[in-house]
């Protein structure tokens, strides 16, 4: 306890010591984006005066020290500066290091790419190791503390993440996690954000996009009711049909110890009339109906989730069988995009691997951050993150993400916008299985 | 109707085959072999790799999987149970377990997780059509199997003198030594002969449902067991009748009450059953000396 005591007083002294190293920063920063303001200016030759650059430094700084006219310089677009340091907690080694690896290898990607494109505003990026385990979880999320960290792109895994982002959320600093997806993460915490879907979420989003695309009127459904995603998926798929009006004439279901014969379920969707079958589960049960409904000569459109994905890859699997299944998944890296191919190529010459799901969520958060600071700065003028406590930018990152004018297009979705309690909601990718290869819709 | 019996039939005749290598070497051996249906996943890997990486005939894949299963089975008996022929059956069964869950693991060692997918090897055989409803082949397959393999194990142990054998193990150990019996030879031997019809079980059901992963045996291996009790473990006919039973029931309870019910419809009529007889629909009644 003393320990502890001594470290906070020792901590709060390096905070006070960096804030009065900011208040010069500050002086500093404003100078450089002035000149740097003058050089695009100067490219652009609107402004008259910007020839004299010594003049506009010298302007820009004496403004400076007047927040009201910071701000009325604001609405034309401030700038971002400074340095962020943003940190990453997951399982980097142990049973589930498969997961962290992808996020911190996305996270590291976008972080570099950022750099590069951004010189005034760097990130400092710091990941943690938590063996997917809560109380290490907790210990990484201190380390990063002593760190200074300012805004947590993580954590990983869910169990973890509900127990860090409860302290987090008593600190007040903000936390985007990629791939925790449980909605216990998010619940009655403002700071804490997902970039991933919430499972039951997909069912909204798939019943959405059928009616949208008017794909069908009479669905049937299989799913596995002894699993929670495939059941929770189901649910708010049903509640999401009954209120769009679409038709749902078979529900059948199986369990994990009656996943072999589906000559019932598709017989009975078969007779119902159905011309879609919505698949809430994974790709080995999927693949067996795909087989048997293809020896009854029955053929109805297949409507998956992101739990399809991996059927392609199936050893020995006839792609031809799956030859037209739509599967709404968040990424795809056979998708024919410039932002996948180039995260797919880069995260390949990196790390001579394809990314999956995970490395590609984790790519998206440092880019929604660093997004939603530079959309700060241009509503409200010159942000510099350098020295800004956790709970500043907290404020921040809260007040752009629960806006409702803030979007983000990335990797694992186009026009990202969040609710107020953490969820994320975005166009989901649908993609069609032609030729045996993924083809974005 | 007419096509959930089929439906019945193609998957109870794969629980039958199944159910024919547990109830044959319990009738002999007297003990749960809870590894069987991991020995029927070996043998579905060992046909999927003579077919997909060596590109064999199915028929000699199948050789080769009955060859590898028969050897699997005489050492996992010498190494595993040969030690314990005096224990109680308490243990017997629970090493019976430790191998299941060592092959399942060797598995996962040896071929990954990642599901595989198993060739059609009945590919050029018709299907049949029957009142607008079609029979696979493999389903025709697996039921003429199931009929040849009962004959030839009944023919085995009332006619040949190592079936003979077979049956004195069975009745009584010491006295079958005392009569000149090798005991242990001939448990080997109803071993390997179990293990044998697993291999053939194994390209059979994952012919009928062809994903292939290390944990494919466990569940058709006890809904397997639970068709041999049904029927009366220890009774050739009886498992062929209770896998076929159990199958019907199954598809049917899906079909005609839910889908969400079935295998509480199955076990529930496997009560019944067994409370009305206990020794399973053909099982003789075997007293028990104290």
């Known amino acids: ?441 | 109707m007419l096509a959930n019996l089929i439906n019945g039939i193609s998957l109870g005749s794969v629980y039958a085959i199944i159910a024919l290598g547990y109830t044959m070497v319990y009738g002999i051996a007297k003990m749960l072999n809870f590894a069987h249906g991991d020995v029927i996943m070996v043998g579905g890997y060992v046909a999927f790799c003579s077919i997909s990486y060596l590109g064999w005939p199915p028929a000699l894949a199948v050789l080769a999987s009955v060859f590898v299963c028969t050897i699997l089975g005489i050492v996992i008996e010498g190494l595993a149970y040969k030690p314990l022929r005096n224990a109680t059956s308490l243990a017997v069964l629970i090493t019976a377990i430790g191998v299941s869950y060592f092959l399942q693991n060797a598995a996962l060692l040896i071929w990954t997780s990642n599901t595989k997918v198993f060739p059609n090897v009945f590919a050029n055989l018709p299907a049949i059509q029957l009142g607008g409803t079609q029979i696979a082949p493999v389903t025709i397959i697996t039921v003429l199997a199931n009929i040849i393999i009962m004959v030839a194990l009944t023919l085995f142990t009332s006619k040949t003198k190592m079936g003979k054998a077979m049956r004195a193990v069975s009745e009584d150990k010491g006295a079958a030594t005392l009569m000149g019996i090798n005991v242990n030879r001939t448990i080997s031997m109803t071993f390997a002969i179990g293990s044998g019809l697993a291999a053939i079980a194994g390209v059979l059901l994952c012919s009928a449902y062809p994903t292939l992963m290390p944990t494919t045996g466990a569940m058709p291996g006890i809904k397997a067991f639970t068709a041999a009790v049904f029927g009366g473990i220890g009774s050739i006919p009886g498992a062929m009748l209770g896998g076929v039973l159990l199958g019907v029931i199954e598809i049917f309870g899906k079909a005609y009450v839910s889908t969400q019910l079935s295998d509480a419809i199955v076990f529930a009529v496997l009560i019944i059953v067994l409370l009305v007889k206990p020794t399973g629909l053909l099982g003789r009644k075997i007293r028990e000396k104290v």
């Open chain 1, 1 to 441: 306890m003393k320990k502890r005591i001594v470290t906070m007083v020792l901590a709060a002294t390096m905070g006070m010591g960096l804030m009065a190293g900011c208040t010069d920063a500050t002086a500093d920063v404003p100078a450089t984006s002035g000149s740097t303001d003058a050089g695009t200016t100067d490219a652009g030759s609107t402004d008259a005066g910007s020839t004299d650059a010594g003049t506009t430094d010298a302007g820009t700084t004496d403004a400076g020290t007047t927040d009201a006219d910071a701000d009325t310089q604001a609405s034309a677009g401030g700038k971002l500066t400074g340095t962020l340091n943003l940190g990453m907690i997951g399982p980097l080694t142990g049973g589930a290091a498969i997961y962290g690896n992808a996020v911190k290898n996305g996270e590291q990607i976008a972080v570099d790419e950022i750099n590069a494109i951004s010189p005034d505003f760097q990130i400092q990026y710091n990941p943690q190791d938590d063996e997917h385990d809560a109380e290490k979880s907790v210990n990484a999320y201190n380390n990063l503390k002593d760190w200074n960290v300012q805004v947590i792109a993580g954590t990983v895994t869910t169990t973890p993440c509900v127990a860090v982002s409860a302290e987090a959320n008593a600190d007040r600093v903000f936390m985007l996690t990629p791939s925790a997806s449980s909605p216990d993460v998010i619940n009655g915490k403002d700071n804490m954000f997902q970039v991933c879907f919430t499972d039951p979420n997909q069912g909204l989003a798939s019943a959405q996009y059928i009616v949208d695309n008017s794909m069908a009127t009479k669905v049937a459904i299989i799913y596995n009711n002894s699993d929670a995603y495939s059941t929770g998926i189901y649910q708010t798929f049903n509640s999401k049909a009954g209120e769009l009006g679409l038709e749902i004439v078979s529900t059948t279901t199986f369990t994990d110890d009656t996943a072999n014969d589906f000559s019932v379920q598709l017989g009975e969707a078969q007779s119902a009339g159905a011309d879609l079958i919505f698949l809430p589960i994974y790709y080995q049960p999927a693949s067996l109906i795909l087989q048997q409904a293809n020896n009854m000569g029955y053929d109805p459109k297949f409507f998956g989730v992101d739990g399809m994905d991996g059927i392609l890859t199936m050893e020995g699997f006839d792609t031809t069988l799956a030859e037209g299944v739509i599967l709404l998944t968040p990424f795809s890296a056979d998708a024919t995009d410039d932002l996948t191919k180039n995260f797919v190529s880069k995260y390949n010459a990196g790390y001579g691997e394809t990314p999956n799901q995970f490395a590609a969520d984790g790519y998206d958060c440092p880019y929604a951050i660093y997004k939603a600071l530079e959309y700060y700065a241009d509503k409200n003028g010159d942000l510099d993150v350098t020295g800004k406590s956790a709970e500043e930018i907290c404020t921040i990152l809260i007040s752009v993400f629960t806006d409702p004018n803030f979007s983000y297009d990335g990797v694992t979705g186009s026009n990202m916008v969040w609710t107020a309690n953490g969820e994320v909601n975005k166009a989901p990718k649908a993609v069609v299985i032609k030729d045996g290869v993924y083809v974005g819709l």
